[in-house]
């Protein structure tokens, strides 16, 4: 085990290791939050332009954050899209596209209505107002995403991505990635049951476990150079021991 090429196989097992270990402590480093968001903190109402940016992801910490936000409805674009439930009635809800700067638009689940019958009405009577303005309190929150469906004209997903791809005037329009879900509904809609989010934890254990993973990484690389140097002692022992019994035999 003392020969040249295992003491070179020890020092690349070291160097390997210590960037285990590395990646080890990044890991806790990033698995413990040392400044962990006030307790409430989504509660206290702030500015959207305060919280999120046009374009940008929500970060997770702010997602369900309480905003406020003021302009101009786009008459056209109130859509209803299904799959909603509401305190665990299943329905829809009515959104629209809030004109918030001159190219600049977020878009706001509006309320719930537990008919198609009835949201359908709803958008009708919103959009029959024309270009009101609207001061919108309520939780933004991050894009669902869309998803594939039978029928390309039935949104069951609230996504902002598939929401503009209906909108009017969208030419160099700057659009929220996230969306706002309103805390009062107007035009007969129910309000929409939107509960203040679970604190997190300022522990995250997923990256525990993948500090963890890194160590036994480390410690299997030092195993391995043990292992492959004890087979190759043992085969040279073995082999000394043939020769030293063929020398005895002739």
């Known amino acids: 085990m003392l020969r040249g090429r295992w003491l070179a196989m020890l020092a690349l097992c070291l160097v390997v290791a210590g960037v285990f270990a590395w990646l080890g402590q990044w890991q806790l480093g990033r698995a413990i939050d040392t400044t962990p968001p006030e307790p409430g903190m989504t509660e206290k109402v702030q500015p959207l332009t305060e919280v999120v940016e046009p374009g940008e992801y929500l970060a997770e910490p702010l997602v369900g954050q309480r905003v406020t936000t003021s302009g101009t409805w786009v008459p056209e674009d109130f859509i209803v899209v299904s799959g909603r439930f509401n305190d665990g009635i299943a329905g829809y809800w009515v959104t629209g596209q809030l004109r918030v700067a ?122 391995l150079w043990y292992r492959l140097a004890k087979d190759a002692w043992e085969r040279e022992v073995e082999d000394f021991e043939d020769r030293r019994n063929a020398s005895a035999a002739s």
């Not at 689940?109 to 009405?121: M, Q, V």
């Not at 939780?139 to 390309?152: A, F, L, M, N, Y």
């Open 102 to 223: 001159e190219r600049t638009s977020i878009a706001v689940a509006i309320g719930f209505a537990p008919t198609r019958e009835k949201a359908d009405a709803a958008a009708s009577a919103l959009s029959s107002r024309g270009a009101e303005q609207a001061e919108i309190t309520g939780r933004v929150i991050s894009d669902e995403g869309p998803v594939v469906t039978r029928d390309p004209f039935d949104l069951n997903r609230m996504s902002p991505a598939a929401l503009l791809s209906r909108w009017h005037e969208i030419d160099q329009l700057d659009v929220y990635r996230p969306y706002l879900a309103s805390a009062e509904a107007t035009a007969g809609l129910d309000d929409i049951s939107s509960p203040a989010p679970e604190e997190r934890s300022s522990v995250n254990w997923l990256n525990i476990f993948y500090a963890i993973e890194w160590a036994i990484f480390a410690g299997f690389a030092f195993y």
